[in-house]
C-alpha cells in the first residue's frame, strides 16, 4: 500500500510541476532559515558546555549599590576577597583567580631553526597569569607539559597550538624562552589544544601568577588587601561540591565581607554567577541575551509557519483542479483514509525534497553567513547527532502542519458534487484569507522591525558624543615609550597630515573606565561614582572636547590638577561652572588622590549610548597612558598611517605597530543591535520572498479556476485594468488588514525594545506607511505577473477552454 501511494504521490507531483516546484522551494527557504538560526542558536547555548564541572563552577561578581540608590554591575572581584574565601569557606572545593592583561603586548620570540633572529609579535587581550588551580577548574586538552606543575615556577608559561605554530612553527616550543614587552624572560612549559569555537575563556598564554611582580614593578601590594579593588580584566571562579549550593555560599560571602568591610559592605554585593549564565547576562559582560535568542527562535518559527501556510493555501485552492480525481477515487471504491494519507505522502514527498534542497542552500550560505555574523557555525548533517533528530523532527513537524488540514478538506468532499464539479472551492474561505492575512502580518512586521532597529543603529553611530571621534587612530604606547612622550609627539606631528597627538589612558570613549567617588573640599565622600580618565595637555584639543569654564590641565606627570564635566558640577549642587574653579577634589578612581579643579568641560559619553551620561574627572598620569591618539587630516590618509608606522617602528624597534580607528571601536559597542539587525533583515526578506511565492501559486490556481469567469467578462466588456483589479482588490483589502495588525505589532515589539537604549529615536510614523507601499508593491507585482497575462488572453479561447 505504501508503495502505491508513493508511486501515486510522484505521479501527482509531475502533473502538477509548477506547484511542485514553488512549494518545494518556498519550504526549502523557510526550512533553511530555521537551520541557520536552530545553528546559532545551539551555537550560542552551547558556550563553555564542554566543561566537565560546568554545573559547580561559579564567578564571582559584584554589585555596586549606592546611596542614590543605583547599581553598577562589575564582573570583577576583589583579590582580598579570593584570599579570605581560601581561608574562611572550607566549603568551597577549589578556587581560580585570573589576572586578564587588559594591554597589547609586544612579544619578542626566537627561534633556533629560524637562525635565531628576533621576531616581534604582538597580542590582544589574549594573555592572562593564573596558576594550576586554574586548570583544575576548567577543561584544557594538554599536548606537552603537566597542568600541575607548568605554572608553578615564576617566569613560566603555557601556550596554545595556534601561538605555538605562529611564533615556532613546527618547532617544539617547550623550553622555549618568549620575551614580554622587552623586559620579562618567559619559558614555556606546555602546549595546550586549541579552544572549541563555543567558549568565552579564550586565553592563548597563561603566564604563572608569581611573575607578576617582575611584570607589574608599580603594583601595589595594597591590592591582595584592599576589598574595593575591583577590576573587570580579573575574575575569581569558585568550585562548590556536589553537596553546596550556591545560596549557601552567597549567605557566607555576605558574613565573610560583613567582617572585613563594616560600614562600607552595605555598597557591596558580592554573588556567585553561574559558568553557564555568563555569556548571556549583559550587566556582566555577557555578549549574546537569551532574548535574544528567544527572539530568532520565534523568527525561525514564523518563518516555519509562512512557507507552511503557503502549502495550505495551494493545497486548498487545488480542489477544484483536483475535484475529479478525488471522486473517481471514492466511486472506485477508495476510503477517506486512503485519500488522507494518500495527500499527506504528497505531503511528505515534497517536505523531504524541501528539507535537501535546505541543506544546499544553508551549506551555501554559512561561508558568507559566518564572517558577516562573526560567528563559526559549523553544518555537519549527517555527523552531528542533534542536528539530525531536528531536521527529523522538522520533517515530521512540516508534514503534519503542512498537510493535515489539506488532507482532510479533500478527503472529506462528497464524490457526487466532485463528479458534478460543484465544490471548487472550500467550505470555509475565510481560514484561507487568515493564512493570508498571518503571512503578510509577520512579513511585514519583520521589515517594520528592520526599519525601526536600522534607524536606531544609524542614530547611535553619528549622535553627537560630545567629542570628535572622526580621523582619529589610537596606538598602543609600549612602555618604554613614556620617557620620551614630548619628543614622540613632535616627531608624529611633523608627519603631514597629522593634525594633534595626545597620550592618554584611553579615549573619551571606552569599554574600560576606572570609577570611584568623589570628595568635594571638606566635604563628605559623595553617595555616587565618577569616572575617571587619564590624557596630557593635548588631550581635549585632540579629542575636541570643549571647555566651558576655566583652563585646560597643566602637563604633568603626576596627579595634581583635575577637569571636571557638567554634569559632576550639576551633581556638586552647583548651577554655574565657574563656581567650582580653584576648590579641591580628591578623586577615589585615582588612589585618591587631591588636586585643584581648574577646568570644567561639556558633557560628553564616556560608555555606549544604552547608559546615560555620568560624572567625569580627567587629570594627567603618564605612568597609565596606555594609548596615543593621532588626528590626522587631509585626502590621503593611507600615507599619513604609512608615514606614523615608519616613525614607530624607528622609535620602537622592539614592539608590533598596530592601530585602530576611534570610530570603529565606538561601532563595537553595538554588536549585539548590529546582529539582530542583520538577523531580522534577513528574515524580513525571506519571509517577502516566500509570501510572493505563496501569492504567486495562488494567484495562477485562482485564474485557472476563473477562465471563463473572465472569458464572459471580456466579452460583456471588461477592459484588462477591470480584470486585474477583480483579481487585486481582495488580496489587497487583506494585506490592508495585515497593515493595521502588523503596525501594532511591531511599535509594541520595538517600543519595548527601544527602552533599553537612554538615548533613542521617536519611531517616526512614515516607517509604516513605507513597510505597507513596499509589500503592496511586491503583492501588486506578483499578481499583476499571471493577471495581466489572462487579462490579456483572447475570451473565444478562454470559453472554448471551459
Known amino acids: 500500500m505504501l508503495r502505491n501511494y508513493c508511486r501515486i504521490a510522484v505521479r501527482n507531483l509531475r502533473r502538477h510541476s509548477f506547484y511542485t516546484i514553488l512549494n518545494v522551494f518556498g519550504l526549502s527557504l523557510g526550512i533553511a532559515c530555521s537551520l541557520i538560526l536552530f545553528q546559532f542558536i545551539t551555537y550560542h547555548l552551547g558556550f563553555d558546555g564542554y566543561h566537565q564541572k560546568k554545573e559547580h563552577i561559579y564567578r564571582v561578581v559584584t554589585d555596586l549599590h549606592l546611596d542614590d540608590g543605583s547599581v553598577h554591575y562589575e564582573k570583577g572581584a576583589p583579590l582580598a576577597l579570593a584570599a579570605a574565601i581560601q581561608r574562611e569557606l572550607p566549603q568551597v572545593k577549589d578556587q581560580a583567580f585570573l589576572f586578564s592583561n587588559y594591554r597589547d603586548l609586544a612579544f619578542t620570540v626566537s627561534v633556533p631553526q629560524a637562525g635565531g633572529t628576533p621576531q616581534l609579535f604582538a597580542e590582544h587581550r589574549n594573555v592572562a597569569f593564573a596558576d594550576r588551580h586554574w586548570f583544575n577548574l576548567f577543561d584544557h586538552e594538554w599536548k606537552t607539559g603537566d597542568p600541575a606543575t607548568a605554572l608553578e615556577e615564576p617566569n613560566t608559561a603555557v601556550l596554545t597550538s595556534k601561538l605555538a605554530k605562529k611564533y615556532f612553527g613546527n618547532a617544539d616550543p617547550v623550553g622555549m624562552t618568549v620575551r614580554l614587552d622587552d623586559k620579562v624572560d618567559v619559558k614555556i612549559t606546555g602546549v595546550l589544544k586549541d579552544y572549541p569555537a563555543g567558549t568565552d575563556m579564550k586565553k592563548d598564554l597563561f603566564i604563572s601568577r608569581s611573575t607578576m611582580k617582575a611584570f607589574y614593578p608599580d603594583m601595589q601590594p595594597e591590592i591582595e588587601t584592599e576589598w574595593g579593588w575591583i577590576n573587570s580584566s580579573n575574575s575569581l571562579f569558585l568550585l562548590l561540591p556536589d553537596?553546596?549550593?550556591?545560596?549557601?555560599?552567597?549567605?557566607?560571602?555576605?558574613?565573610?565581607?560583613?567582617?572585613?568591610?563594616?560600614?562600607?559592605?552595605?555598597?557591596?554585593?558580592?554573588?556567585?554567577?553561574p559558568l553557564t549564565d555568563i555569556h548571556f547576562d549583559g550587566r556582566y559582560?555577557?555578549?549574546?541575551?537569551?532574548?535574544?535568542?528567544?527572539?530568532?527562535?520565534?523568527?525561525?518559527?514564523?518563518?516555519?509557519?509562512?512557507?507552511?501556510?503557503?502549502?495550505?493555501?495551494?493545497?486548498?485552492?487545488?480542489?477544484?483542479?483536483?475535484?475529479?480525481?478525488?471522486?473517481?477515487?471514492?466511486?472506485?471504491?477508495?476510503?477517506?483514509?486512503?485519500?488522507?494519507?494518500?495527500?499527506?505522502?504528497?505531503?511528505?514527498?515534497?517536505?523531504?525534497?524541501?528539507?535537501?534542497?535546505?541543506?544546499?542552500?544553508?551549506?551555501?550560505?554559512?561561508?558568507?553567513?559566518?564572517?558577516?555574523?562573526?560567528?563559526?557555525?559549523?553544518?555537519?548533517?549527517?555527523?552531528?547527532?542533534?542536528?539530525?533528530?531536528?531536521?527529523?523532527?522538522?520533517?515530521?513537524?512540516?508534514?503534519?502542519?503542512?498537510?493535515?488540514?489539506?488532507?482532510?478538506?479533500?478527503?472529506?468532499?462528497?464524490?457526487?458534487?466532485?463528479?458534478?464539479?460543484?465544490?471548487?472551492?472550500?467550505?470555509?474561505?475565510?481560514?484561507?484569507?487568515?493564512?493570508?492575512?498571518?503571512?503578510?502580518?509577520?512579513?511585514?512586521?519583520?521589515?517594520?522591525?528592520?526599519?525601526?532597529?536600522?534607524?536606531?543603529?544609524?542614530?547611535?553611530?553619528?549622535?553627537?558624543?560630545?567629542?570628535?571621534?572622526?580621523?582619529?587612530?589610537?596606538?598602543?604606547?609600549?612602555?618604554?615609550?613614556?620617557?620620551?612622550?614630548?619628543?614622540?609627539?613632535?616627531?608624529?606631528?611633523?608627519?603631514?597630515?597629522?593634525?594633534?597627538?595626545?597620550?592618554?589612558?584611553?579615549?573619551?570613549?571606552?569599554?574600560?573606565?576606572?570609577?570611584?567617588?568623589?570628595?568635594?573640599?571638606?566635604?563628605?565622600?559623595?553617595?555616587?561614582?565618577?569616572?575617571?580618565?587619564?590624557?596630557?595637555?593635548?588631550?581635549?584639543?585632540?579629542?575636541?572636547?570643549?571647555?566651558?569654564a576655566g583652563r585646560n590641565l597643566a602637563e604633568s606627570d603626576t596627579v595634581r590638577e583635575f577637569v571636571v564635566s557638567e554634569d559632576l558640577v550639576k551633581k556638586l549642587g552647583f548651577t554655574d561652572p565657574a563656581q567650582v574653579i580653584g576648590h579641591q577634589l580628591v578623586a577615589g578612581a585615582l588612589n585618591d588622590h587631591p588636586g585643584t579643579i581648574v577646568g570644567v568641560v561639556k558633557d560628553f559619553h564616556l560608555h555606549s549610548l544604552h547608559s546615560h551620561i555620568e560624572p567625569v574627572v580627567m587629570a594627567t598620569l603618564s605612568q597609565d597612558y596606555a594609548f596615543v591618539g593621532i588626528k590626522i587630516g587631509g585626502a590621503d590618509l593611507g600615507k599619513s598611517i604609512g608615514a606614523v608606522k615608519q616613525l614607530w617602528e624607528s622609535l620602537y624597534p622592539d614592539n608590533v605597530f598596530e592601530y585602530d580607528f576611534l570610530?570603529?571601536?565606538?561601532?563595537?559597542?553595538?554588536?549585539?543591535?548590529?546582529?539582530?539587525?542583520?538577523?531580522?533583515?534577513?528574515?524580513?526578506?525571506?519571509?517577502?520572498?516566500?509570501?510572493?511565492?505563496?501569492?504567486?501559486?495562488?494567484?495562477?490556481?485562482?485564474?485557472?479556476?476563473?477562465?471563463?469567469?473572465?472569458?464572459?467578462?471580456?466579452?460583456?466588456?471588461?477592459?484588462?485594468?477591470?480584470?486585474?483589479?477583480?483579481?487585486?482588490?481582495?488580496?489587497?483589502?487583506?494585506?490592508?488588514?495585515?497593515?493595521?495588525?502588523?503596525t501594532a505589532l511591531a511599535w509594541l515589539a520595538m517600543n519595548n525594545w527601544l527602552q533599553a537604549f537612554a538615548y533613542r529615536i521617536n519611531i517616526p510614523w512614515w516607517i509604516f506607511l513605507l513597510a505597507g507601499a513596499c509589500n503592496i508593491v511586491l503583492a501588486l507585482g506578483t499578481i499583476c505577473y499571471h493577471s495581466v497575462k489572462v487579462a490579456m488572453m483572447n475570451p473565444v479561447k478562454s470559453l472554448r477552454a471551459e
Open 663 to 742: 570610530d570603529d571601536e565606538i561601532t563595537a559597542f553595538y554588536k549585539k543591535e548590529d546582529l539582530l539587525g542583520k538577523l531580522t533583515g534577513s528574515a524580513a526578506v525571506l519571509a517577502i520572498v516566500i509570501s510572493c511565492v505563496g501569492l504567486l501559486g495562488l494567484i495562477s490556481l485562482l485564474t485557472v479556476q476563473r477562465t471563463k469567469e473572465i472569458g464572459v467578462r471580456k466579452v460583456i466588456g471588461a477592459s484588462a485594468a477591470n480584470i486585474i483589479l477583480l483579481f487585486s482588490n481582495e488580496f489587497l483589502k487583506l494585506i490592508g488588514l495585515a497593515l493595521v495588525l502588523s
Open 243 to 273: 553537596n553546596v549550593d550556591a545560596g549557601m555560599v552567597n549567605r557566607a560571602i555576605a558574613l565573610v565581607k560583613q567582617r572585613h568591610m563594616g560600614e562600607m559592605a552595605k555598597y557591596y554585593d558580592f554573588h556567585l554567577q
Open 285 to 548: 559582560g555577557g555578549t549574546v541575551p537569551r532574548s535574544l535568542l528567544l527572539t530568532l527562535a520565534i523568527v525561525g518559527m514564523v518563518i516555519l509557519v509562512i512557507a507552511c501556510v503557503n502549502f495550505i493555501n495551494l493545497a486548498t485552492a487545488q480542489n477544484a483542479r483536483r475535484a475529479k480525481e478525488i471522486g473517481t477515487r471514492k466511486v472506485l471504491g477508495s476510503t477517506v483514509m486512503g485519500i488522507f494519507w494518500q495527500f499527506m505522502t504528497e505531503t511528505g514527498f515534497i517536505t523531504v525534497s524541501a528539507t535537501v534542497l535546505s541543506i544546499l542552500w544553508v551549506v551555501l550560505a554559512l561561508p558568507v553567513l559566518n564572517p558577516w555574523l562573526g560567528t563559526d557555525l559549523a553544518f555537519y548533517p549527517f555527523a552531528d547527532k542533534s542536528l539530525i533528530i531536528a531536521l527529523l523532527l522538522l520533517i515530521i513537524f512540516i508534514t503534519l502542519c503542512a498537510g493535515v488540514y489539506p488532507a482532510l478538506v479533500l478527503s472529506r468532499l462528497k464524490p457526487v458534487g466532485l463528479l458534478k464539479n460543484v465544490s471548487g472551492s472550500p467550505k470555509h474561505p475565510w481560514l484561507r484569507k487568515s493564512l493570508i492575512v498571518f503571512q503578510n502580518v509577520a512579513a511585514q512586521s519583520l521589515i517594520i522591525c528592520t526599519l525601526i532597529i536600522t534607524l536606531q543603529l544609524n542614530f547611535l553611530k553619528t549622535a553627537d558624543l560630545g567629542f570628535n571621534k572622526d580621523g582619529i587612530v589610537m596606538v598602543p604606547v609600549p612602555v618604554a615609550g613614556k620617557k620620551d612622550m614630548n619628543y614622540v609627539r613632535e616627531q608624529l606631528l611633523n608627519i603631514p597630515g597629522v593634525k594633534e597627538a595626545s597620550f592618554c589612558f584611553r579615549p573619551p570613549a571606552s569599554e574600560n573606565f576606572r570609577s570611584g567617588s568623589v570628595k568635594f573640599d571638606n566635604r563628605e565622600w559623595e553617595a555616587y561614582p565618577a569616572l575617571s580618565t587619564l590624557g596630557d595637555a593635548h588631550y581635549l584639543k585632540t579629542f575636541g572636547l570643549q571647555l566651558v
